[in-house]
């Protein structure tokens, strides 16, 4: 079954405390993102990577870091957490442009 | 890179055809355009996505302007189950591929 699985789906960490939410897909896709979603502010992109070792800034890049070592993985990193991020994340991945782009379940994250 | 706005909300009868309209007046040439949904807070769910002709699938019809300025969604025959959030997105050219999202418009579908 196609899928992007997302771990953990629920994590209570405290401020700056170094996390890592892990992505992964099964479908040997070229491009992979991820966004987080707050209330009122919608889907905001935070990094995308095209392909092994390509990554670029989204968005609301600051405070995250991301790899991307193997094409199935793209996992991202908070290295010091602060409270406003926390969020909902999802990620995404797809073949090239004009595909059907697959989201994850989503990760629930609180920092507190 | 191309905005997209929408209705921050909607009502449909249940049955009835519920038609969800996008503005992207600022869409390029090579730009897709794809319609999501969510429900609740689950990871958003693909329904359709066009180019320049209007497309038809199993969950929905796609119709995109002429000029490629608008689109509509349309959900021909509306459930309780689609009651959801509903992105409009534009998708950039290659290289330089950012997801942009709309504000999403909210269907509220009622018996």
């Not at chain 1, 989204?58 to 993985?73: C, L, Q």
Request: charged share 20%; proline share 6%; with cysteine.
């Amino acid at each position: 079954e196609a899928q992007v699985t997302q771990n953990p789906r629920y994590l209570i960490t405290v401020t700056g405390k170094k996390l890592t939410v892990t992505c992964s897909q099964n479908m040997n896709h070229e491009y992979m993102s991820w966004y987080r979603q707050d209330p009122g502010l919608g889907l905001r992109q935070i990094y995308y990577s095209m392909n092994v070792e390509v990554t670029d800034k989204g968005d609301v890049p600051e405070g995250y870091k991301v790899s991307r070592k193997e094409k199935r993985n793209f996992p991202l990193i908070l290295e010091s957490p602060s409270p406003n991020q926390t969020s909902l994340y999802f990620c995404a991945s797809s073949f090239l442009q004009g595909s059907t782009i697959y989201f994850g379940e989503g990760s629930w994250l609180t920092v507190v | 890179d191309a905005k997209t706005t929408q209705p921050p909300s909607m009502d449909c009868a249940e049955g009835r055809a519920a038609n969800l309209p996008c503005n992207h007046s600022t869409i390029s040439g090579n730009e897709y355009v794809y319609w999501y949904r969510q429900i609740h807070s689950q990871g958003p769910q693909y329904i359709i996505h066009g180019l320049k002709n209007n497309e038809t699938n199993e969950m929905a019809s796609l119709i995109i302007t002429e000029d490629r300025k608008s689109s509509t969604l349309i959900l021909p025959h509306a459930t309780l189950r689609d009651t959801a959030v509903y992105y409009c997105i534009v998708r950039a050219p290659y290289n330089t591929d950012k997801l942009i999202f709309g504000t999403g418009t909210r269907l509220q579908v009622f018996p």
